[in-house]
């Protein structure tokens, strides 16, 4: 026999002290769970044509749908959220961990790593980094490595560097953003969050290379507030989530610079 899989806010029973914990006294309500994006999505509190990009360790850009996707290509991955409708994903291998190479490699903190690249023009006077610094896994290419493309002697600064790093490690993710729309995913609304969110330069070079506004909430721990609503959920019996309120947040616009995409996309396939 097959166990049962409960809905989204659907309780399948209590469980007993014994198990639940000595101390929750007449055990605890056993609720369904959700993935650590799905989470985070109910966290945020998002609708269809809300799209997270996730820059942590790991890259996820990732969309709340009405209807189930299919990508033979295999650059979104179909999952289910965690109210009943879709979670298609892009997941990048490569993410804050470029930044923090950037850092390494020019000897400056985070702060001074925003500061360089935001000196720097956008497109970096044609310096070009292809970030699969550990391979990539969107595309698949594990064993690919970061490179360097475009260097000229006018180039060749601390800003420029700095810029094409971050410049590099968005346009992995504008891909999958892409590979989303592709799927006819709806893209109305871009959220920011993960550490490398908390960077200035990711926050003012994401729309330039977004081409549309990005939204920042206040630095928070999405997944687990995505946790407690549901057991909310669960716990009230209702036929929907509780309505959610998140925090306070920024949003940062730009003009679109196409050449960042289009010098990135140049070069991608080379490596």
Do not use: K
Request: net charge negative.
């Amino acid at each position: 026999m097959l166990p049962r899989v409960l809905g989204p806010g659907e309780s399948g029973g209590v469980a007993a002290g014994s198990v639940a914990g000595a101390q929750v006294e007449g055990g605890a309500l056993i609720g369904p769970g959700a993935g650590d994006n799905a989470g985070a999505a109910l966290g945020l509190g998002m609708v269809p044509g809300d799209v997270a990009v996730s820059i942590g360790t790991s890259g996820v850009v990732s969309a709340i749908a009405a209807a189930q996707t299919a990508d033979g290509t295999g650059m979104v991955t179909g999952f289910a959220d965690a109210t009943g409708a879709y979670l298609p994903l892009a997941c990048t291998l490569n993410a804050s961990r470029v930044l923090d190479a950037a850092r390494r490699v020019l000897g400056v903190d985070h702060a001074g790593l925003s500061r360089l690249a935001l000196q720097a023009p956008a497109g970096s006077d044609g310096l070009v980094l292809v970030p699969y610094l550990e391979g990539e896994r969107t595309p698949n290419r594990p064993d690919a490595t970061g490179t360097l493309h475009g260097l000229r002697l006018g180039n060749t600064t601390p800003a420029h560097v700095a810029r094409a790093h971050v410049e590099g490690m968005l346009c992995g993710l504008a891909d999958g953003l892409d590979a989303l729309r592709d799927l006819g995913v709806a893209v109305d609304r871009l959220v920011l969050i993960g550490g490398g969110a908390q960077s200035e330069a990711v926050r003012r070079i994401a729309p330039q290379v977004f081409g549309m506004p990005v939204t920042v909430p206040e630095p928070g721990e999405y997944v687990a507030d995505g946790a407690a609503r549901q057991a909310a959920w669960v716990l009230s019996g209702e036929a929907s989530a509780p309505r959610w309120t998140t925090s306070s947040a920024t949003v940062y616009e730009a003009e679109g610079e196409p050449v960042v995409r289009e010098q990135y996309a140049a070069v991608r396939d080379l490596v």
